[in-house]
């Protein structure tokens, strides 16, 4: 059964930091996903990573892939207040639907 | 090009009572998945379907059903609620299952009383 662990869950971070969210899963994957949930609002598709060393960037973010140690990272480069929101990472495994991580609460604080 | 749209958005129902919920995917998508999110178990899968036939089905109780329509319309039925049933309900599409990434609705936010 495929388990995805993100770390940490809550995460408050001083405006301009950087920092790194971590997803682990359990099983080979063919898919990883990053989205992103602003509160009481819906799933907003950040990235989706394909292949063993794999990296996207968008603005500040930057998602990465080690499909050998079967983690990706998120990555936040001088954090803003506009990114306070909830992270999750979700995996696909082929044909067993997507299995997502607890999600990773982030508050960004001047 | 118009999102995944769901309704209602909000209801308010009572334990025992039934409710159907209902999914329009993005123009072109024939691939529709439900989840379930509580604060306390996080995102769980409940449903998929392509091209009007269930693919997958999650871990939930037969009380939990839904279907796909020939326009790729899709709804969700819960029968006999129960207060744990209290979730918001989010639906979402793809053109195709297990290979395209999945564009969430807004949700159902759904309170069993």
């Known amino acids: 059964e495929l388990k995805v662990e993100q770390n940490p869950l809550f995460l408050s971070m001083q405006e301009g930091k950087n920092y790194t969210i971590y997803c682990n899963y359990s099983?080979?994957?063919?898919?990883l996903y990053w989205y992103r949930q602003d509160p009481g609002k819906s799933l907003e598709s950040l990235f989706v990573l394909l292949s063993n060393g794999a990296v996207k960037q968008e603005g500040r973010l930057m998602a990465s892939l080690d499909t050998k140690a079967r983690l990706s990272t998120l990555h936040i480069t001088a954090a803003v207040h506009d990114l306070s929101a909830t992270y999750f990472c979700?995996?696909?495994?082929?044909?067993?639907?997507?299995?997502f991580g607890k999600g990773t609460r982030l508050s960004v604080i001047a | 090009k118009a999102g995944v749209t769901q309704t209602p958005r909000y209801l308010i129902k009572t334990r025992g009572q039934q409710v159907t919920l209902s999914c329009s995917p993005i123009s072109g998508h024939r691939s529709v998945s439900w989840y379930q999110q509580t604060p306390g178990q996080g995102l769980q899968f409940l449903f998929e379907y392509f091209s009007e036939t269930q693919r997958n089905k999650g871990n939930f109780p037969g009380r939990f059903s839904g279907r796909q329509f020939s326009n790729s319309r899709s709804e969700m039925n819960v029968s006999t609620l129960e207060l744990g049933d209290s979730a918001l309900y989010l639906c979402?599409?793809?053109?195709?299952?297990?290979?395209?990434?999945?564009?969430f609705g807004p949700g159902t936010r759904l309170t069993v009383l």
């Open positions: 979700a995996v696909d495994s082929g044909n067993t639907p997507l299995v």
């Open positions: 979402a599409s793809s053109f195709f299952p297990d290979t395209d990434t999945q564009y």
């Open positions: 099983t080979t994957s063919d898919r």
